[in-house]
């Protein structure tokens, strides 16, 4: 079975998001749940709440996935922005609970040349705060591998697991395994050896019972890059055989795959989730 989706608009209502995903051939399908360039966001409208929800009853469609917005860094050293995403940590775990939706992604922020321990520690009691704070609403925070650019945090298996273990809640937070993240890191996802060694390595550290979504994109730069731009499925440096390797691995088959890839004159949503049931042998 493969459950695959994409990234959709929320323009002009959250609700409007569902019947976007429809078109474009989805099973499940990823949001933002508001502006993601900015600090402050309105409250969620009762009205679209419900209709959101509603539209998702009837759709079939599921699990949604919310991403965090882009300017929160839960591990900087800065305290006026550490506070700021904080908070913005807590109020997007409120709002999918308001909605309904289940997981939300974050990325782990960049530790601005404090040291990787430093940041990781500013993560941790970030996500301790926030999950506390926000209270039990049946979301599951999923951290996201980052590509291993200067100053990141929670690039490998080891960083992620180091922070799982400092978490007082470590039941309501998951992992979210990005493909183009992890080959700019240097996990060589081209072949079969390659995807078994990188998901031998996320259930001995990590364990893969945490791994709860993909974001399944390929990679415009060369494996170690540290180059997070994604690319069409199989049109990148991982390539199609690659992500038939991944595709048909048992640590992702059942599991919702989000393809976070570009719209272009090459290839258009559509298209890639496309790709992806072809590779997945669908």
């Not at 995903?21 to 399908?29: P, S």
């Not at 550490?82 to 308001?98: D, G, I």
């Not at 791994?211 to 494996?223: E, P």
């Not at 049109?235 to 199609?240: F, N, T, Y």
Request: aromatic residues 4%; charged residues 25%; negative net charge.
């Amino acid at each position: 079975m493969v459950m695959v989706g994409c990234h959709v608009s929320i323009a002009g209502s959250i609700a409007f998001a569902v019947e976007r995903a429809r078109e474009r051939g989805c099973d499940t399908f990823q949001i933002f749940s508001r502006n993601p360039r900015g600090w402050k966001a309105k409250d969620l409208d009762p009205d679209s709440v419900d209709a959101f929800r509603t539209a998702m009853s009837a759709s079939g469609l599921g699990p949604v996935v919310d991403h965090m917005p882009y300017l929160p860094n839960p591990a900087s050293p800065d305290d006026e922005i550490y506070e700021k995403s904080v908070a913005a940590l807590t109020r997007e775990l409120q709002r999918c609970a308001l909605l309904g939706i289940p997981y939300l992604v974050t990325h782990l922020g960049h530790h601005r040349g404090a040291g990787a321990e430093a940041g990781q520690k500013r993560v941790v009691a970030a996500v301790n705060r926030a999950l506390a704070d926000a209270g039990e609403g049946g979301v599951m925070l999923l951290l996201e591998n980052t590509a291993g650019e200067k100053n990141s945090v929670g690039t490998t298996a080891a960083d992620l697991s180091r922070i799982l273990d400092g978490l007082d809640a470590a039941e309501r937070v998951g992992i979210c395994f990005d493909t183009c993240h992890a080959f700019a890191a240097g996990y060589d996802l081209r072949t079969a050896e390659g995807v078994d060694a990188v998901f031998g390595e996320l259930e001995d550290l990590i364990g893969l019972a945490r791994l709860r979504v993909v974001h399944l994109n390929d990679c415009k730069g060369a494996l170690g890059s540290g180059l997070d731009r994604h690319e069409h499925i199989g049109l990148g440096s991982i390539g199609e055989e690659g992500f038939r390797h991944i595709l048909r691995h048992p640590a992702v088959r059942g599991l919702p795959l989000i393809c976070e890839t570009p719209v272009d004159e090459r290839r258009d949503d559509l298209g890639n989730i496309a790709k992806v049931r072809e590779l997945a042998g669908a």
